[in-house]
């Protein structure tokens, strides 16, 4: 019974290079969410997606980061031209429920980049 | 503003010595606060879920409680494998795509 899947795990990144984080939510579960999570300080909502969409991206920059969850395949969490500052772990969460309704979130072991 | 601050940031206990935590939270609408256990390195395991004032969860050691205001997370005789950041999260009814969570309590048990 697997759990929330990310990968990789860790990812070091130069300056101007671009960060791709990986997703696959647990079985039966439609609704993906990514979280950054920086030391000394609380998981901030980035995303929410479901399959195909992006229902809300009001916490994530505008810029340089972008979010998919495609039919077929992982979400994926796009950051391009990275910077010292995108150093943090990103953790994916999934749920079996619409955000509309209530439910808890089941979150992955995250992934945590690096930028040199 | 839609907020959650947890107390205390830090708790150390001896083995067998119980205490609480707690989670204050304001929000437009609580659908839903959440209790989450988080080791060191690893994801958010989930613990619990509260819906309304007066519910109470069980689960071995932990007990959560809300009011209209905060949520307790009762730990009794806790054992060092009970060593973890616990974190509270609130889904809020008017942004219910997101939960905000506090910054967690770093408990540690010492034998």
């Known amino acids: 019974n697997a759990g929330v899947m990310q990968n990789p795990r860790h990812l070091v990144r130069r300056r101007g290079q671009e960060a791709r984080l990986r997703c696959s939510p647990m079985k039966g579960h439609s609704h993906v969410y990514w979280y950054r999570q920086l030391p000394e300080e609380g998981l901030k909502f980035m995303v929410y997606?479901?399959?195909?969409?992006?229902?809300?991206e009001s916490g994530m920059p505008k810029e340089r980061f972008s979010a998919e969850f495609p039919k077929e395949g992982p979400s994926i969490l796009r950051i391009q031209q990275v910077v010292r500052g995108d150093s943090a772990a990103y953790f994916c969460?999934?749920?079996?429920?619409?955000?509309?309704?209530?439910?808890?979130?089941?979150f992955g072991e995250g992934s945590r980049l690096t930028v040199l | 503003e839609d907020q959650v601050t947890q107390s205390p940031e830090a708790l150390r206990l001896q083995e067998g010595e119980s205490s609480s935590l707690n989670c204050s939270y304001t929000v437009s609408g609580l659908r839903g606060l959440f209790w989450y256990r988080q080791d060191p390195g690893k994801g958010p395991e989930f613990l619990f879920t509260l819906y309304s004032a007066g519910e109470e969860k069980e689960k071995e050691r932990l007990k959560a409680t809300l009011t209209k205001k905060e949520s307790f997370l009762h730990i009794t005789a806790p054992k060092p494998e009970d060593s973890a950041t616990y974190l509270c999260?609130?889904?809020?009814?008017?942004?219910?795509?997101?939960?905000?969570f506090g910054t967690g309590t770093s408990l540690t048990v010492i034998p």
């Open positions: 999260a609130v889904q809020a009814g008017n942004t219910g795509n997101q939960f905000y």
């Open positions: 997606l479901q399959k195909e969409n992006i229902i809300d």
């Open positions: 969460a999934s749920s079996p429920r619409a955000a509309d309704g209530t439910g808890e979130l089941f």
